[in-house]
């Protein structure tokens, strides 16, 4: 397995993209600038909330009470029918809550759903806490032992007994209430975070547009770090020095489906591009454009493909671990331009502050 961060073709690449995006910036912004900013900072804000993250987030509440409605539906009848129902109810759901990550902001980030539901799986908890009895000492539970990785090993593992069904069913529940409360806070019309960015009511969570503009920035940022360095990098054995690994033992299948991947990239995507099935939609490449054209051809390229990388993948990503697969390599080098040109390029030309160094990520 080549050690793909030292490969001088992926360094140069990356490098050039990120040069002739500085240039850009420097020659666009000669040019003749926009007479208000400010006011299509607005209208993108209220693009995003109203077109893409409150319709994304009843969409995500809806797979939730999906997935409930076919936990039930497993209790009632354990068969392997009901099983595969409530498996492809559960990738469905994961979907929808990666195309929705990138508006985990305000509220919603401090409100802890991604810690909550994407924590890491507690085995040794998990083997114990199926036996909760009801929805009060599931709430009492950590977030390691009733979370999408728990939820993941009790469908994908061995075939789930009478116990293990009735444990799923009570915390699919707890997680459609979850999601149900994120929608409301993107919710255009009352919610805290869509009503505000939307522009239907003055009191959010943000000091002024150029904030939650900011926010939305820093998240794409961080999911694209994550997505490289911990969704990509243990499937070719690369870390941040480029040395070869051993996969890691508890690495789980189910978690990294090629439709996760391909979900996450279209939402990093139609957070930057704006809703797709909606005309005249904006997302943060418009804010970009103003400033530079060039830059934000180069991010739009980036993105779209990084997601045509990933559609590329094998559908189950266990069975080419460890395997020198031209798919895998070309789907990480397209994560690593994405995390660049989103770090470095969308960054310098919004003049955004991180708040961290651009190799972390927290």
Not at 40 to 57: F, K, M, Y
Request: hydrophobic share 50%.
């Amino acid at each position: 397995m080549p050690a793909l961060l030292s490969r001088p073709g992926v360094v140069l690449l990356v490098a050039v993209a990120l040069v002739a995006g500085l240039i850009a910036v420097a020659c666009d912004r000669a040019g003749d600038a926009p007479a208000d900013r400010a006011t299509l900072r607005r209208q993108v804000l209220a693009s995003l909330a109203r077109d893409l993250a409150a319709p994304r987030a009843r969409a995500l509440a809806g797979s939730a009470a999906a997935f409930t409605a076919s936990c039930d539906d497993l209790v009632e009848n354990e068969d392997v029918t009901r099983l595969e129902a409530a498996r492809s109810a559960w990738r469905a759901l994961r979907a929808d809550w990666r195309r929705f990550e990138p508006f985990l902001i305000g509220p919603a980030a401090t409100g802890l759903f991604a810690e909550r539901l994407d924590a890491k799986l507690d085995a040794a908890g998990l083997r114990t806490a199926i036996t909760a009895a009801d929805a009060d000492a599931v709430a009492r539970l950590g977030a390691g032992t009733k979370g999408f990785a728990a939820q993941s090993r009790l469908l994908f593992g061995e075939e789930p007994g009478a116990d293990e069904c009735r444990f799923l069913a009570l915390v699919a529940r707890e997680t459609e209430a979850e999601l149900r409360a994120l929608a409301a806070l993107w919710d255009a019309k009352d919610g805290a975070l869509g009503a505000a960015l939307a522009g239907s009511r003055s009191d959010g969570p943000f000091a002024d547009d150029v904030e939650a503009r900011d926010a939305l920035v820093k998240q794409a940022v961080v999911l694209a770090i994550r997505l490289r360095d911990q969704g990509l990098a243990p499937l070719v054995g690369a870390t941040s020095g480029g040395v070869v690994r051993r996969f890691p033992s508890d690495f789980d299948p189910a978690r990294r489906h090629r439709a996760d991947l391909v979900a996450s990239y279209e939402g990093l995507r139609d957070l930057m591009r704006g809703a797709p099935d909606v005309e005249g939609a904006r997302g943060l490449l418009a804010l970009v454009e103003v400033a530079s054209p060039r830059v934000a051809a180069a991010v739009r390229g980036a993105l779209d493909r990084a997601v045509s990388r990933m559609e590329a993948l094998p559908e189950d990503l266990s069975a080419a671990m460890g395997q020198e697969d031209p798919a895998l390599t070309a789907a990480y080098d397209a994560s690593t331009l994405v995390k660049a040109q989103l770090g470095t390029s969308v960054v310098g030309v919004l003049e955004t502050t991180l708040g961290f160094a651009l190799a972390d990520g927290d």
